[in-house]
Each structure stands twice: as C-alpha cells, then as structure tokens.
C-alpha cells in the first residue's frame, strides 16, 4: 500500500485540467486543491497507523494481502461496521472529506450490481469489474465517485431537456468502446484521485438507454474538465496563511463539476451500457451504502471535533461548568449518537445483495434513517456549537492582526484571557469554519436530500404488517 | 415452559391484597388487574407459537433446557439483540406492558453484580441467586421487580427523610433473614406476578447501609399490600363493556405501590444487603439494560401499533394518499426506527460485564440514547397520529351508542363512511387509547426521567479525547 | 346581564334530546353534561365581577347598554383585544372550553357577512341579523356555534357523498321558512345553550347551494337530537365523586354531534341560503376570528394553569430550583407567550371587513400563525408539565383511597410528602388532566387543522413581493 | 435630513484609525467598511422616499421638525410600532444591519435613565443627554452604540479580572471629563458612524463604580482605535469583483472592536459614572428596545429576503409547485410571521418608563420571546432555504467563471437550465450568503444569547399567579 508521500508523488504525472475562480490551476500549487490532496495524503498514512490497521485495512480475496478499506468490497457485516468505522476515524482526522469515500461506496455498489447484471443478461460485467478493482487493488489507487448530474429542468425526464447533456450519456458505441458527453457537479475529490467511477444520478427509464451508463476513467484523460467550486472559504485560502485558516490543512470539503466532451472509454472500464431496469437497482444500493457512511458514521467524526472543540471554547472562557453550557454539550452528543447508532444497526442489518453475489449491502431502513437525522442533527449541532462559541465565532479578527505592531498587542490584550490570545482565536477559526460555514446545507444535500430519504423510507416500510397488528389489538379482525 | 391457561391458574393459589379505586379487590374478578393477567397469558402463550421460539425463548445453561427468554441470563450479543426483539413483539402483540420486562432485565443485572459482590466480598450472592433463578426457570415463574422507591423529599437523602420508611429498608436482621419496610411506586406487573425482586432504586452512600438491599418475595407474602394506579381509564374499564374500551384485551399499563409492612426475607432470597459501594453498580447495570428495552425496543412495537392504526384512519377517509398524510406517516417511521437503531446499537456493543462473569449487559450510551430518542420521539408519534386520526379521537361517541335504538342509528349513520360505524369508532377508541391517554408521561418516565440519561451520557463521553481531536485538526497542539 | 343562577335557571324550560353512553340523559342531572352547565354559569358570574368588566362586557350599540362581550360585534381593534382577553380569562377559571366561544365568533363572522350579503343580494340577511342579535342580547342568551360537518368521504364533494345527510343541506324551502337535515360534529357546548347558530363547514361551490347554508335554532327545536362524546374522562365522572378528578368542576371539553331531522327553521333565522360565493367568505372570517380565539389566546389561559401547576409540583418535592426544571418552566412560558403574542398581532392588526360594514376582524396571517404555534407548543408544554409533574401523574392511586380505613394510611404516608397526600394526589390529578388525557388533540385540531391554516398561510403570503426584495438585492433585476 | 451622498461626504473629515486583516485600512477605500458605508447612505436615502416617510421618519419636539427615526425617543406605542417596522424595511432593503439601530436603541434607553438619574441624584444627566440629541438630530448624525466589552474570564466580576480593562472603566476624572480605557466588542458600525454612545455591558454592583460608565465620543477621537472582524467573506471581498458576492452591494454584517487607550470624554457627553444601581436599568432597558428591533423585526425582513430567494430557486429549477416544497415555503413563512407577531406585541403593550418621562418602551415579556423565537427559527430557515437551494449553494463555481474563454461556456451550458446561468449562480450566491456563512451564530449571539433572554423571561414570570389559579381550579385553595 502507498503512503501519503507516494501518493502525492505519483500525482506530478496526472495533467487534470481544473478551472477555480476562473481561472486554470494547478492541482499541486493550488491552496484549495492542495487540501484535497493533503487529506487523500492523510488517509494513506493512516492505513500505515498499526492502530487504525483494523480499520483502514482489509484482506482482499482479490489480490491475496491487505488493502486499504477505500479498495475492499464488503464480504460479511463486520466489513460494513469497519466501513462506518472507517468514515468516522477520517472524519475526525481531517474534519473534511475522507475523498475517496463515494468511490468506495460506487465501487460496492458495483460489485453487487455487475454481479447481477451478468448473470442477467450474459454480458461480462462482472468479469471487467473485477479485473478493473484487482488493478486498482494492486496499485493501490484513490478513486472517487461520480453521481450527480447537471439535472436541468427537474420537471422533465432526460431526453426531454433542452440540454441533452445536462445528464452524462453515450453519444457513441464502436467496437473498442464508447464515447461520453455531459456533466457530473458537487463531485468530491476527482480531481486528485487517479480514477473516478461514474453512475447514473437516477433510475433511468426504457428509452432512456442512453443514459443508463456506469464506466471509469484515469484522471487527465482528454476530454475532461473540472470546474471547482468556489466559496468565501475558497478566497480566504487565496489571501490568508494557511495557519490562520479554520481547518489549516484540510479545509472545507471542496467539490468540481466534472465536465465530459467526448470523452472515449474502452470497454473493459464499462460497467453498465443501455441496461435501463438496473440502474434504479444500482442507485438505491450506491445510496444505501453511502447513507450509512456519510450520513450515520462520517458526521458523527465531524460532531466529535465540534464537540470537542466547543467544550474547549467553554474551558477558554471559565463556562464549562454551568448547567446551559452542560446541557447542550449533552444535546449534541445525544444527536451525534443516535447517528452512530443508526450507521451501526446498518452495518450489523446488512445482507448479502443479491444472495450468492459474497456482496454484503448495510439496510436500507437504517441507512435512511442515519441520513435523515444527521440532516437535522448537524443543523442542531452547529447551532449549540455556535451558542456555546459565542459572537467572537462571527466577529473575530483575523489571528493575522497578531503580527501588526499596532494592532497586534490591542488584539492579544482583549482576546487573552485564560489562554493566549492565538489559541483563543484560533480555535474560534475553527469552529467558525464548522459552525458560520458551509457544513449546515453541504451535510443536508451530501447523500441525497432528505427528501429523497423520505420517500425511500416511506417505500420500504411495510405498512400492511403494521396495519395487521393495529387491527388485532383493536378488534377489528 | 407453562401455557398462558397454566399460567392463570396457578395465580389461583395466591392471594394477593390489592387496593384499587378505594376498595380492596381480588385480582383474577377485576377487570382492571384482569387485562395484567391477560397480558402475561399472552406471554406465556407467544413462548409456544413456533414463530416467535427463537425470540421468545433461549437454551438455559442452569437447567440444561428452554426456558422463556424473560428468564434467561444473556450471554452474548445474540441474546442482547433477541431480548430486545422480544420488547418489541410483546409491544405489538400486547399495546401495553410485558410485565415480566423489569424482573428480566432486575434478574440480569442482579446476574452481573451478584458474581461481583461474591467476587469482592465472600458473600454468597451469586450462590443463592442462582439457585433462586433456578427456581424460576424451574416452574417458569412470572417476575416482575422494584425499583422506584416513594421518595418523599428529594432534595434530602433517604436517612434525613421525616418518614425513613419513603426507601424501602432494613428494619431487622435474624439469622434466618431480614425485614424490610417501605414502599416501591409505579410499579409494573406485581400483582400477577409469581415473584418480585426488588432493588434499591438509587446508588446509596456509606451511612446507608439499611437502605442497600435488593432481595425477592412471592407474591402474597405477610406485609405486602399492593395499591393501584387509578386513571380515567381504568372508570372507563369499570363501566364499559370490554370491546368498546380502547385496547380491549391489555388496557393501559397498569402500576401499583407494594408497600412493605415489616415483611420477612429469607437469606436465600437477599442479594445484596449494606453493601453501599455495589449500589449503584447495580442500578447502572439494570438502567442500562432497562433503557434499551424499555426505551429503545418496547415503544418501537407501540410505534408499530400506532402507525398502523394512523395508517388505517387515513384510509378510512381517504385521505391517506394525500401528500402531509404520507408525509406524517413517514416522520413517524423514522422516529420509531432511529429508536429501533439505538436499540440495536446498544445490543451489539453489549460487553461481558464483569469479565469473566458470563453475563453480557448492554452498551450504555446507545441505552440512554435510545431511551432519550423515545422520550421525545413518542410525543411526537402521538402528535402525528392524533392529526391523522382528527378530532373524532377526541369527540367521539361511545360505540355503545350503537346498542341503543334510537341514538344508534344516527351514529350509525353519520360516521358509518367507507367503512361502518363500528369500525371507525373502535379504530379511534384504539387511537384514543394512545393519543389522548396515559402513553405520553408514561412513555417519558418508564425506565427512568430523560434528565437521568442526559447525566449518564454526558458522564459517560470522554470529552477529553474529543478536546484532542479538535486541537489537533485546529493547530492548537 | 343574567347571573349563572340566572342562567341555570333558564334551563329548566328546555328539553334538550340528549345522548351519552348509550343512554338518554338529563342536561341538568347527568355528571358529565352539568360540566358543560357549571362553566356556563361561570361565564355568567365573570360579567358581573368588577374587575372583569373591562374585559367581560361592552357597550352594545345596538341595545344601548353593556352586554356580555360573547354577544358582542367588535367595532374597533381594542374590542379585539379584549375578545382574546377573554379568551384567557375564561380559560385560566374554567380550564376549559369557555362554550360560549364559538357562537360569539360566528356572531361576528355573520356580521360581517350578512352585511356584505344584503349589499350584493339585496336580501334583508343583514337586517334578520341584526334583530336576531337584539334579540340574544336583550335577553343575554347563550349561544353556540356549530360548524363541522360529518364530512364522510373526504376525496368527495358533498353532492356525491353516498350519504348526502353528511353535510347539514336544505330539504325544503317553504315561504315560512326552510328544512334542514343532517349533521354537525364535534361541537362544544351546544347541549346547554339557549340558541345554536349553524354555519357550513367549508366553501361551497356553484351546484351545491342546497349545503350553503346559515341559520339559528333554539335549544329544544323539535327534530334536534345531540348525541355527547364519551371518553374515559366520562367513565370516570360517572364513578367518582367530582372532587376526586383532576378539574373537578368543569372538567375536559365536552362536545356532542348534533343532528338535524327535518329542523324547520323560519326565514328570520335563517342567515345565508343557496349563496355558495359567499361561503367561502363567510368560512374564512369565522376561521381568523376563532384562530385568534382559540388558538392565541384561550390556550394562553391554559398554558397559565399548567405552568402553575407545574411549578407547585415541582415545589411539593422539592425541586423546583433545580436548573434544569426552571429551564422547563421557562420553556414552556416561552411557548405560551408566543402564542399570547400571535394573539396580539392578530387583534392590534384587525381591519374592518367590509369596509363600511362597522364589523372589525382580526389579521389573518397572524391569526393562522397563533393557531399553529398553539398546536405544536401545546404538547410540548404537555410534555414539559408531565416531566416535572413525575411518573405519578400517570401511576396515581386514586384520592379516594385515602377514604378506605386500610389502604387510605398506607396511601396517606407515602404520598404525605412536603405537604399533605390530599395536596399531592389532588395536583397530580389535575396535571393528569392536563398532560395525559384529551388535550394534545384536541388542541391541534380545535379551530381547525393545522393543515388547513398552513394552506392559509401560503396562500395569504405575498411571495411576489419578497421575490422582488431578493432579486433587487441579489443583483437580479 | 442629511441624502446618501451628503452622508458620504461628511466622512471624509473623519480619520478613523481602523485595521482590517493585519492591516491599516482607509474607511473610504477598503471594499468591506465601503459596503457600511453604503448601507448607512442607504438609510439616508430611505428617509427621503415618500413611500417610507412614515417610518423612517419622525417629529423631534426637540428640534421642532422631522428626524431620522434613527434619532428618534418614542413618544407613545405607535412610535414603537413604526420603529419595528423600520427595523424590517431596513432589513429588506440591505439584507444586513441598519447600522445606526443599536445606536437608536441605546439613545432611547438613555432618554429613560438619565430622566431618572436626574429626578433621583439631582446630577443633570437628562440635560446634558437632551442637549447631545438636539445637536444629533439638528445635524443629522449617524450615531452608533456600543454595549458589549471583551469580558475576559466569566466567572470573574469585572474588579477581579487580571487585565482591568477588558471592561470599559473610567482611569481619571477632571473637571473637564473622565478619561476612559477598555474595549468593545463585536459592535457593528462605529466605524462608519459620526458618533458612537456606550453603555455598560452588564449590570454593576457597589465597588464597580469605576465600570459604571455611559458616554458618547465622535469618530477619530484620539486614543480609538478600531480592529474589524475578519470573516472568509472579507477575503472574498478582497479578491472578487463586488458583483459576484453574495449580497453585492451590503455584505455581511461588519463589526468591530473598539478599542480605547486614554480617551477623554468630556462632562457633557457622560451620561452615567458610577450610578451603579442604575446600570441593571440601563442594561434592561436597551435590551427590551433591541430584542424587539433586533430579534423580531430585524430579522424578519431578512426572512422575507431568504423566501423570497428559495421561492424563486424552486422556480429556476421546476419545482415550485411540489408539495414539500410548498410545505417548506409555508414553514418558513411561519416561523418568520411569528417573530413578527412578537415585535407588534413588544410594541403595542408598550409603557411609559418610567412613568412622567415621556419615554416609550417596548414591553419585556414579547421582546424576549421575539429574540427567543427568532434565535432558533433563523436557524431553522437556514435549513429550510438550503434543502431548496440544492446542493449547488455550496458546490457553485465561482460566476467569474463565466468571463473565462475555456471554462466560462461550459459553466454556461450545464447551470444555465430554465434561467440563464448568470442568474441561476447569482442567486445561489445570495442563498449562499445566507444559508452557508454567518447568520446563524450572527443571529443566535445578536441582542443577547438566548440564555440571557430565558433568564429574564423566568425573571419577569408571575409564577405566584399562575400557582394560584391552578390551585383554585384543582381544589386546593
């Protein structure tokens, strides 16, 4: 398995074009992209930590030895609890994305859904994904995931968009492969992994073949573009030491619109072409098994920074005693809790999916339910977080003013109380960064908007059940 | 293992001394403390149904055969994961307690401390406890147990109580035994029950020695007198004929207050007797296995009943396609499962505790958190349910009104839509039941007030490993 | 103005044809009915007390002297306010429905309505109104207002309902007078009043003017029959004596179905019929009025008696300086203050409507927005009232345990804490009256659904407008 | 009444010595204070649009002719009321603070006090404070107010502080003045302001009469220094054109903190030294003013801002008509309107304070529960805005992309669906402003943390009279 250094090392022969505030950067002298690429650093190291070797790192029937968790496909539910495991233990050390978390859970989903796929329809799915995760495995390879599409009018199926591209689809099919058009956007990580897997964001419809198609692509490979996002947290980065950041070395999850002008994949890396009835099957596992992940495990690691770092807040000001300040710290780790427990009882709830494939999925029910209360929950957080922070979160100067002979001793004056002004604004940096940023509507829409946990949930309950015991008890049997 | 019919005739030969409404009353004539007896017939009688086996009864290692898994020590996480599905099928199966559900989880955590206590004290605890739970599983007794002691002042601490006899305590020590004073409330399930263990009901200090004791006694005992609970449910009882009541068979959970008037306990049935510094073990470990049964899984299968029951008010109008109703219905799923996760959650994390006792207890963050989940949770379900059913569950008459010729027809006529009158109104007497009842304070309270959790889980988080991780991510190590 | 003794006297020349249980009863001496005729009696007496009159009374301008402010048409904003001081008054001495509260809002809506009726038809409704209001003042008549229809299947219409006696319709129209046949649901206090006014329970459409109708009947009008709810709050003042249950005078809210079989009534009490545009109208005034009412503000009267009691339980053990109870107390005055001020909003906003009408209503939005606050704060204040008020407001023995020579003691020393077990059991009742019977639903679904006032309250949003601050702001114009 | 543009002129005497980022910065050059600058010309502007008269504008009986509103001492509740109403259109129209609105509240809180200093010391406090608004309303000044100090160690009273000057405190007295030291903190606006009147920060007891201490100095006086908060919006509006900032011209909330290094103030502008027992009165008074202006009004025109932005995203992307959406527009309407309803309540049932001083204050009990709702509702419009917004509010490229040869056509293809993309971005970024930055802690921290606004709300209780009405009502009197 790489370290971190040898995964950055092998980055400098990657050519991806990104484009960030309007401008073309370059992923390895970029501030922002760099983040990306010190967290996926950060992750490689870990699976080297003897401690974290449990869960970082996993036997592969594959290639024989150990590979990191981010390879492995789900053999049994203890693999899917050291996957949530895997999600909090990176959330808690790095506070951003572990990135090559979606490519993780597209990779399992895959697994299960080309399984399927083959010995529905005869077509060597199964085989091709095979090899292409063996290779991955051997070489030990950061993949990311891409689900999302541009979407358009959402009142109108794919093929009726004005902007056919507006969903990523086939424009062509030759004996070697096909050719792809369109944009996947809010894609964490593309661009410092070497692969990204691409899945159709929705459940497509016959006649709809053309955008029923899942396949994989090396970073840099023509035809693609990445447009990054751009945030107030973006520009900070551009102005200000990185020390005086929220998140020093990581920052806030950063995303890119991946842009697709067609671009040519050999057969072997396509792993679903035209097969219109899988693709709902193959969305709602992905979405099974990232509801467990990045809703139920990955934000209770960022609810233990928070709380960790609001109890601090409270220490630094001489409240942590007071009933209020005890109170919410329990609030919050009530709320983060009970996400943990939902991502648990997913993991331990799992099922071979399909039977006979040695593919183990979390539960559906639970995964959902994980999702939706990490919704709410994280909203909840942020909001004891900030009380407990107080206004300093909001109008804080920049720990810059430190340094100014004129201001700097004004600032350190007013701001050192209990501890040294730098550790005081500091950490207010932080839990700015949590608490007055992007994080509130980044977790509501990571995974999947609520809405659409609703509406599974609502699904996949048996009501009729539910009903039959209403009516026994009731005497209306 | 007996029938439910077995079961009801051997509380034949006990003659419990029960007050209720004001009047002494004989346990299998009133129809109050009837629908307890039905309850555990059900009990019993689910052991039998080769469906629920696996559920409803486990391999006992003392007697070398099945037994009801409401007597049964858990000796791993499997048994943890079973004992909590049972809280949840005899929840659906009876709208209202499991009345052996205390004494199980009593006899559990008297399993773990009493190996404990023999361990660190010579004391025979564990000896007589489990030639005692021999006995039980033996004649497969009903065992409910005591916690709750009347408390009296609580800003003062059991010796400075005006009436010491608030706590139940040791008034006498023989060398055949001890007598015991005193009085436990809200108590679940004693009066048809064959036996009652009954322990302290907070941790004691040095000084406190007398007010230390956990100990069993059969049921009719010299001393014991049992007072009901009275509500407006129970007048309805009285004057009502059954199938008009809201739960017909199983009522409402029915408590009453044992009080101790110099009762004798032999040594063989005392468990614990001054040993202040186990005191509290010893209800931490029932509160932790309590939270998750009582909170996590029993209410899970109430939930199920309620829902069902919304679900089928909606139809009964046709409005259950309408978008808030379905939107209703699956917030009240989501609650129901997140509590149904933490109970999960908290089975798998479950330890052996003490190592090396045999005896595995529950994880106690995932108790206090499933528990706090429901508190809230149910006011919440009773709230959705209350708008699906209308203001009938409030304003409706009585389905008697249906017997009488001349109110009968116009209540026949005017609420006989879609389905007929006597469906509609004995679905919303079941809504009633649980809308416009006992169900919300009782659900808050049972098995401890949330304030209790909110300590245990702010006690049992180690916040410094979280201060940690925040300073790490925030440079401020 | 009449006394209560006055008003009770009254009475006895009516003979109401009433149900309860399924048997006949007699308005002035069945338990449950004379709830209804207590409180009306106290709504009496509260007029004649000096320090009320402000509040209880007005000038009427149409007798040329004070009335009861229930009969009384708002001509200015202070009546407003003082129409939801009343509101509170009533409730904080009743604890109950003040059952005079409907009629006085659907005065008022006919008011306005009839006005604007006779402007566009030329119908003298207005001034049938005007003399029929005369009439109840001059002789100080209690008047209830009926508006809920059976409904039936709520997917249909009410011309292609199965049964079309579901919503009140006229059968006959003669030059006397008109026919009416059906049924009113869930009305309050109609079974001891002197007058009914009736008006439809939702807008009606061209094709149904048969259900487009509003009108009045006296108590006792031959062809009236009201069949009561029943509850276990019923049961239960059947068996005990009124002092041992939680409000012993007035007890829970009382309503009954009333339905109509061929009721003549004559043209001058009959207020619209046939005018479907207008039901709309009329529906809605009489929806913002009774939103204020009683949703704003009688619920605030409420609230102060739960707050009280709460706040005494929690000083009868002991606890009421706890932090964490004083943050309840404190939350629930939070939720009840709120509410008081939607209620204000909504008087100090009033508008007269139409204008040159003379008739002031209140604001809509805010009259919506009090409703629903209310229906989601009053379970909460349920919930915070059943913590602090402990599990013995659901495990209570009855009071009328201290009567019994042998379980009366026991009852008396466990429960004699911190004041005498009277006190104790009294407030636990009262509590339990309030935080585990018909309250949660009852208050949601009072003055509507709070699904309806949602509908409102989109639809009386100008959105319109707020998307033009934001584009003006956002740089989008 | 001074137009924008004059006001603009007039600071270009001023010589505020401010740092911003480590920086010195120029108050009419450095793009974050221009956008104070340009807020508080905008409120000049309002006073003079015809259609806004009537609330940004009031007759001084000072001066004798209209004033500012700003400037403006209520008079009666109908000032109150045009007072929150000024609190919303400012809001509205800026999208950020009206700069001069903590200064109007303070003024107004010294208009009560310094009459009642005077009448109770005989010093001419109220002389002295007249005189000062006579030349602020005469010259039509922008008058800033500043409350909070840094504070230091909380569990310290301000004698006990190691550094004495983390609160404001008089070092000198002449008789030509006092001389100052301290700081404020997160005050918003002094430096665009020509004046700024302090205030303590918190009641004083006996021995702190050095800390009790309000005063007005101009901006520039020697010895001011000013350190500006530093957000990751400052940086974005150091590196991006203003026109692809989320709220271009206004930004976000600026505040500052002031500090002060042997500053002298001269008599005639201290308006309290060492009164101690009059700065609780002070503190209360300015914060029942603010928390109706700032917590139900202010922020009731930022929500209208946010509905009417998700209103119009749901329309850029189809989905304005789907229930849920609707739902959420409706919820947000709620929580918004009840804020509202709570700042017409603080208003209308305002006083006299005290009674013969002329001076209007809003009542307590309804300012309270403004702030209360509004702290916790703003949240909960964040997340409501966000879910609509969609997950592009936080993954959005930069708009500047679009200026981008090589980028900017495909940013342009794939967000420009329904609307074109430049608006489709702009919108976004104004959602982005609001739902992923600094307005929830701004909102929560601002007029007080809530645990102040409980504190006084459980302060302000009658419990006695609550406890008394339940007791006559449950039979316990």
Redesign the interface.
Known sequence: MKTGAEYVNSLKDLKPRI??????VDLLENPTTMTVVRANAKVYDLAHEPEFADVMTADSPYIGRKVNRNLHIARNTGDLERRADMAILTA????TCNYRCVGADVLNALASVTWELERDTGTPYHQRFVKYLTYLQENDLAVSGAV?D???????RPPQ???P??HVRVVDRTSEGIVVRG?K??QSGAIAAHETVVIPGMAMRPGEEDFAVAFAFPNGAPGV?Y??????????R???PE?YL?????GV?E?S?I?FDNVFVPWERVFLCGEVRHTGTLISRFAKIHRMNCGGACKVGFA??????A??AAEY???DKV??I??K??EM??LS??C???A???A??GREEPPGSGVYLPDD??GN??K??VA?GF?EI??WA??I??????????E??L??P??GP??R??????VVAE?RL??A??L?NW????H???T???AG???AQ??A??RL?D?E????????????E
């Open positions: 484009f960030l505030g309007g401008r073309q808690q050390k790095l506070g999302t541009a979407k358009g009018d959402r009142s109108k968009q004005e902007e591209d507006v944009a956007v809010s573009t447009v990054c996002q751009y945030s107030p947290f973006t520009a900070e551009e102005v200000m020390k929220g998140n020093p070395l990581y999850r995303t619109m842009v233990d920074l928070v709380i960790g770092a109890q601090l000001t001489g409240v009933p209020h005890v109170d710290i329990t780790i009530c809790e009970t943990h427990a939902c648990i009882a997913a331990v709830k029910v639970f339910v994980a939706l209360n709410h909203w942020m909001k900030g009380d922070a107080g206004g300093l979160v909001v109008t804080m100067p920049s810059k003013e340094e100014n004129e201001s004004l600032v004056k007013f701001f050192g109380t209990a550790k500091r950490l940096k932080f700015q608490t007055a940023g992007l509130g509507p980044g509501w829409h990571g908007s609520p809405q609703r509406m949930l609502y309950t009501l059940a539910k009903k039959r015991l209403a009516r026994e008890l009731a005497g209306l």
